[in-house]
């Protein structure tokens, strides 16, 4: 499945990062059994933070794909923990989606479809998950976006 998903990672024109280091003192990662519980991957492009308040500084449309970059870097994590390979991953449990967002902006579904919408473009039915999606009043650097993730790997 790993070159399935790096010949659909090639056709959207996407590819994952390196896979981010954590900020603070935890792990990136902490697998038991078969489930993966991935750290909270943060919005970044091109090395920078992507930051603002969804519904203020951003639109709708720039919270989502901030939300994408964050999938992708989950996906990164997911590669690590399995040694590279990401054919051991069996399904996309869970996300939680973080959402810097005004105080009266109701549209955080819609920015973390950013996330969910590109799992699904890149792995399928194995994308296809539950989820939250909730405000936040702050995130860490000022990012537009964080979002954790469980998932299943052989």
């Known amino acids: 499945m790993t070159d399935a998903i790096d010949a659909r990672l090639n056709e959207l024109g996407l590819s994952l990062p390196d896979a981010p280091a954590p ?3 935890y792990v990136p990662y902490v697998r038991s059994g078969d489930m993966l519980f991935v750290s909270g991957q ?46 051991k991953l069996k399904r996309v449990v869970k996300l939680t989606g973080f959402v810097n967002s005004a105080g009266d902006f109701t549209d955080q579904p819609k920015v973390i479809n950013g996330a969910s919408d590109v799992l699904v473009d890149i792995l399928g039915d194995v994308g296809r998950h539950s989820r939250s999606a909730v405000s936040a009043a702050a995130l860490p650097f000022n990012v537009a976006v964080e979002i954790e993730g469980i998932f299943e790997v052989e």
């Not at 930051?51 to 994590?77: F, I, N």
């Open 42 to 87: 943060i919005s970044m492009k091109d090395g920078a933070f992507v930051t603002g308040k969804v519904g203020t500084d951003l639109s709708v449309e720039e919270g989502a794909a901030a939300a994408q970059l964050c999938a992708l870097s989950l996906l990164a994590q997911v590669r690590a923990a399995c040694g590279g390979d990401l054919g």
């Open 23 to 25: 900020a603070a003192n």
